[in-house]
């Protein structure tokens, strides 16, 4: 089978269980769907480890091994007894006791690896009542799913990811924090390179920083082993949902005991990252009372943040987190690139500590929750020259101290998912080399109109310390260069997909009508 029809198979196995998973609607909530999905994923994924390492005992003539737990923890797989075992709860997949086997799965399981303490939904699918005929079908649906047959295209990986960000997609609007578009985490890894040390999330969602920095490592052959990933997380469920989407991938994490706010419970006080990778809440209002951490350590040497936007306090949490050669690469909220005030001052003294590295805008529509132009920074302690030892490469840094380089990226992407953008491998790749020229040969970086423009701090107090990018990359007249014709049909594709969504969603609203015996006449 060639590569093609490979992928071609497996994305079907994701819209196949997409459209199973569909079906749940009207019997779960549908705050609750993703966790039915995600956990039953969960299940089967460990099910699969564990039947693969079975047999590799069994091969190796190691049968009275078999029922011993140490001899899979040590392989990172999770050791299963009989009803925890996915195999046994398909045997039972059509009785009316199902949603109970489940749970009781979920609870062995956590209870015999304590790595995912806190993680597994406790009591959570009996208390659902869901439609026995409808889970039974969801069940048979993931059963499908052969997770062991190709390992490199980590089918499980792929179905999680893809699971995320299309309930991130479906919650729309002011929901779907959870989740971090995978292309902007692609971009911040290639971008910092986490090879090795501590990473560190102080918001970390779903976990989809951590698993793009240690595909990013495997993909230019470093090693997973040499990295520490630290984290937290606000939400208990999101907190749940991180802690299972990286120990599907065998992923070690400490995301603290539980889930807590980063600003009331900072978990990690002491902690000194390499690399912080992050995409907190925008422009979070009330995020502390007027008199609460008005003398916190994390605000040391800079204003206290405003209690009417917590973009500074996160930027400061992630500043006081950096070791000596830390860096960060973090999604912000592009107000908070400008303004007065007290974010001025801080922002200010982020220059004048020759923090700021880089400033990228990105296109609008790359989130899934709002449509807004938002903008990666990049903030690095030490941007003396140096020598370092990467995987690939040994690369020696220029000095950039007293320098900044800015990016606008809003003229770049793809589309896809019909409404957002994305960007494309050779973009991101060309964005990253761009970025990493300029740290490292200023003789072969060149400024580039309406790309990017390396700024001296000379150039960024006479703006008064403005960042935003278009006060220094030059930009031509775009009204001249825009094709009418393809901004109309583009806008004629939108609207019809929005009428499409519309005419189902009446659709759906009118069968549920007529299932509850009110048949509604238009």
């Not at 997609?169 to 090795?196: C, D, H, Q, W």
């Not at 052959?221 to 907190?239: C, F, L, M, P």
């Not at 204003?303 to 973009?311: E, F, G, I, K, R």
């Amino acid at each position: 089978m060639t590569k093609q029809a490979k992928a071609k198979k497996e994305k079907s196995i994701e819209e196949t269980l997409w459209d199973s998973a569909n079906k749940l609607r009207g019997t779960v909530e549908s705050s609750e769907y993703k966790h039915v999905v995600l956990a039953l994923i969960f299940l089967k994924f460990a099910g699969d480890k564990f039947n693969e390492r079975r047999k590799e005992l069994i091969k190796e003539g190691k049968e009275k091994f078999l029922e011993m737990q140490e001899f899979y923890t040590m392989q990172n797989i999770f050791y299963l007894p009989e009803k925890a075992r996915w195999s046994t709860i398909m045997e039972y997949s059509k009785q009316s006791d199902i949603a109970l086997r489940i749970d009781t799965a979920l609870h062995i399981i956590e209870k015999n690896n304590p790595s995912l303490k806190g993680a597994l939904p406790d009591n959570y699918f009996s208390r659902l009542n869901m439609d026995v005929s409808k889970l039974s079908a969801l069940l048979d649906t993931i059963n499908n799913i052969d997770t062991t047959k190709d390992k490199e295209q980590d089918i499980v990986g792929r179905v999680y990811e893809y699971f995320l960000s299309k309930f991130a997609i479906a919650e729309g609007k002011g929901k779907g924090e959870f989740y971090t578009p995978k292309s902007i985490v692609n971009l911040i890894a290639e971008m910092i390179e986490p090879y090795r040390g501590i990473i560190y999330d102080p918001a970390c969602g779903s976990g989809g920083m951590f698993v793009q920095s240690i595909k990013f490592i495997e993909s230019h052959h470093g090693n997973k082993r040499e990295v520490s990933i630290y984290g937290q997380e606000y939400t208990s469920t999101t907190y749940k949902l991180a802690k299972m989407n990286l120990a599907i991938r065998g992923i070690s994490a400490n995301l603290g005991d539980v889930a807590a706010d980063t600003f009331g419970k900072d978990q990690h006080p002491d902690l000194k990252a390499d690399f912080i990778m992050a995409n907190p809440p925008f422009n979070q209002k009330d995020w502390r009372a007027a008199d609460e951490l008005t003398d916190d350590p994390r605000w040391r040497g800079y204003d206290v943040p405003p209690t009417s936007n917590a973009n500074y306090g996160w930027i400061l949490n992630m500043v006081s987190k950096l070791s000596e050669n830390g860096v960060a690469g973090f999604i912000l909220a592009n107000g908070a690139l400008s303004g007065g005030g007290t974010e001025y001052e801080i922002r200010k003294k982020l220059v004048e500590n020759d923090l700021v590295e880089a400033i990228v805008i990105l296109p609008q529509d790359m989130f899934y929750t709002t449509n807004i132009s938002v903008t990666l920074w990049i903030l690095n302690k030490n941007k003396k020259e140096r020598i370092v030892q990467l995987p690939e490469e040994v690369r020696k840094y220029r000095n950039r101290e007293q320098e900044i380089l800015f990016m606008d990226l809003r003229q770049r992407g793809i589309p896809f998912e019909k409404k957002y953008i994305q960007f494309s491998e050779e973009e991101t790749t060309t964005i990253a080399k761009t970025y990493h020229t300029w740290q490292t040969d200023k003789t072969a970086y060149q400024n580039e109109d309406e790309f990017c423009y390396g700024a001296s701090k000379k150039e960024v107090v006479a703006k008064d310390y403005s960042l935003v990018p278009s006060k220094y990359i030059a930009f031509v007249n775009r009204d001249e260069q825009v094709d009418y014709d393809v901004k109309m049909r583009a806008l004629q594709q939108e609207i019809t997909t929005l009428l499409e969504e519309e005419a189902q969603s009446k659709l759906e609203l009118l069968t549920v009508f007529k299932e509850l015996g009110y048949d509604i006449k238009l």
